[in-house]
């Protein structure tokens, strides 16, 4: 099992950026290689949904919902991903997960956004 922190997660005004982070603290960093890394979100009472992915060697792919206000970008040295959200929305108010996937799926315990207006 793969432990997974996110952080930066909060409140912000309808338009505006978060920018949230995931770290994989005991992860050996030849390891955090092989996974594709992710960001999902889940609203309460619905599913969890594909926001963002980041291969190892940078190739991304973003729910048409995001795409051009959002950027998922990954640091293999540190072991870390990152999601820059902009032009945020208040239908975008959910938990966000940090996802990582090779030949299991692991989860972090999600980050609370709140858009406001």
């Known amino acids: 099992q793969v432990q997974l922190e996110e952080s930066g997660g909060g409140l912000v005004q309808s338009g505006g950026s978060l920018r949230l982070s995931c770290r994989a603290p005991r992860m050996i960093t030849s390891t955090f290689w092989t996974y594709v890394m992710g960001w999902y979100r889940q609203v309460p009472g619905g599913q969890r949904d594909l926001v963002a992915t980041?291969?190892?060697?940078?190739?991304?792919n973003y729910d048409d919902s995001v795409k051009g206000r959002f950027s998922i970008s990954r640091d293999n040295s540190r072991k870390m991903v990152y999601l820059q959200m902009n032009s945020l929305t208040h239908e975008e108010t959910a938990v966000y997960y940090c996802?990582?996937?090779?030949?299991?799926?692991?989860w972090g315990q999600g980050t609370q956004v709140t858009v406001q207006g």
């Open positions: 980041i291969t190892a060697r940078g190739a991304t």
């Open positions: 996802n990582a996937r090779s030949t299991d799926n692991n």
